[in-house]
């Protein structure tokens, strides 16, 4: 197996794509013989390379003296001189070697595309130029596409060089173990099958603040902001998760087919239902326009035509330097409509929660008796973290989905028609952005995201 990671030295592979895959090394998780050969525009030496891998692992993944890492290494090549449909640089010559080194004469490729969207077409039209098509698998990050335009565009480019089945559009948040374990408790236990509608469940948030600003990719995140870079991907791909109706199985088809079913039936924003905001300081950032509008915020309130969500807010919610970094999904029950405590109970006292950070945990938080000589109501709440379940041996998402990609798995993955969807319910917004707001580093974004969860009130607070 030969793994080309376009874009080898940028920031979304240095953080994700190469620990993840030294994680599926140090598991024994990765074919008998395979190579990893870097693509980028910089002249490297494979030694060189594999300085620069070390690093990055020391960084932000298991150190590489605590794995594999001799072993790792050696099967790690660079390939310089960037790669576009005029140009394959050293790419080809460098295949060639690895072919040999793997002693296949026709071993299965997966191309993945660690770039920013604007490389994906160069990228693509190269792989057709240059005879990488056939067979291979090929890894999109996202965004794929920045509006409903681009994405035709780029979705009919990237199917005259490749058959759908060859095609992997990655979303991280899809292959997180909480994720996963939305399905398993709905669908695998009896007490939440029978209440996943509305008549039991006020409402859903789906909150993902984040600490951090975007110094270390700013020119990336100005091109896209929150709206791009998470509403329309990981938060509505999550919400389609909740929403949809039971797929026939757990196979690729029945589950894409269950997911992409449930997008077709989101409302389209209403610009009115969303909030904007840019953090304070925002433009002072290098590589930031002065005059910069890109959202660094975006709460909205989405709605699914479905008889199971009638009248349910999905309330999504997003943004860098807020007051605490989660990411986490919430059903919010509602109290009982009849019985001695009827019309006594806080809306949002019963929630179902999913931490989806890490191996992920679940949160039940319920109406108890409080203890003592009194008949009094409190709260309480029990945690399960899924990374101590017995048996279980957690991945992280990348090489979760990375592993998925070598089996030829494409359940955890997107679909055309899908996006297409997003893309609809996206445009309103895209066509009618509401004026950005501004909030302070440290806050948990504008005060006016606050009316979005009105009667009820957002649950993650600073």
């Not at 060639?96 to 770039?115: E, F, I, T």
């Not at 959202?295 to 009638?310: K, P, S």
């Not at 179902?352 to 409190?378: H, I, N, T, W, Y």
């Amino acid at each position: 197996m030969l793994f080309v990671l376009y874009g080898a030295t940028g920031d979304l592979a240095r953080r994700m794509v190469l620990p993840a895959f030294f994680q599926l090394a140090a598991e024994g998780l990765l074919p008998p013989e395979w190579r990893l050969v870097g693509s980028g525009r910089g002249e490297r030496s494979h030694d060189e390379f594999r300085a620069h891998v070390h690093d990055v692992l020391a960084e932000f993944g298991t150190h590489p003296d605590d794995g594999p890492w001799e072993e790792f290494s050696a099967r790690l090549l660079f390939a310089g001189g960037g790669f576009s449909g005029d140009d394959a640089g050293q790419l080809l010559e460098v295949l060639d070697l690895a072919a040999k080194d793997v002693g296949a004469a026709d071993p299965q490729r997966v191309l993945y595309l660690a770039v920013p969207p604007t490389a994906f077409a160069g990228i693509t039209e190269g792989i057709g130029a240059h005879g990488l098509a056939e067979g291979s698998r090929v890894v999109y990050e996202k965004p794929f596409g920045t509006s409903e335009q681009s994405f035709r565009e780029l979705n009919e480019m990237v199917h005259s060089v490749l058959q759908e089945q060859q095609v992997y559009r990655i979303d991280h948040f899809l292959g997180k173990e909480a994720t996963q374990n939305l399905h398993v408790l709905r669908f695998a236990n009896g007490l939440f099958a029978g209440a996943w509608n509305h008549r039991h469940i006020a409402q859903v948030q789906i909150d993902v603040p984040e600490e951090l600003g975007i110094a270390e990719r700013a020119e990336f995140y100005d091109s896209t902001g929150a709206v791009l870079d998470m509403l329309v991907t990981h938060l509505f791909q999550v919400a389609a998760e909740v929403a949809m109706e039971p797929p026939t199985s757990l196979a690729a088809e029945d589950l894409q087919s269950a997911r992409e079913a449930v997008i077709d039936a989101f409302r389209p924003l209403d610009p009115e239902e969303v909030v904007l905001g840019q953090f304070a300081g925002y433009t002072d950032t290098e590589g930031v326009a002065a005059d910069s509008t890109t959202d660094t915020f975006v709460a909205a309130r989405m709605w699914v035509d479905t008889e199971r969500w009638q009248g349910v807010p999905f309330l999504l919610r997003t943004g860098k330097q807020l007051a605490l970094t989660e990411q986490r999904v919430s059903l919010v029950l509602r109290p009982p409509a009849s019985g001695p405590f009827s019309g006594e109970l806080p809306t949002d006292c019963e929630v179902v929660s999913f931490s989806l950070r890490g191996s992920g945990e679940l949160d039940l938080s319920m109406v108890v008796k409080a203890p003592g000589p009194q008949f009094s109501l409190g709260v309480g709440t029990s945690t399960l973290s899924l990374g101590e379940v017995a048996g279980g041996e957690p991945l992280s998402a990348y090489a979760r989905l990375i592993h998925d990609i070598l089996q030829g798995d494409r359940s955890l993955f997107t679909r055309p028609d899908g996006l297409a969807h997003v893309w609809e319910v996206a445009e309103p917004l895209l066509a009618n952005r509401p004026a950005l707001q501004p909030y302070e580093p440290g806050s948990m974004g504008p005060a006016a995201a606050d009316r979005l969860a009105d009667p009820g009130r957002w649950l993650i607070t600073g």
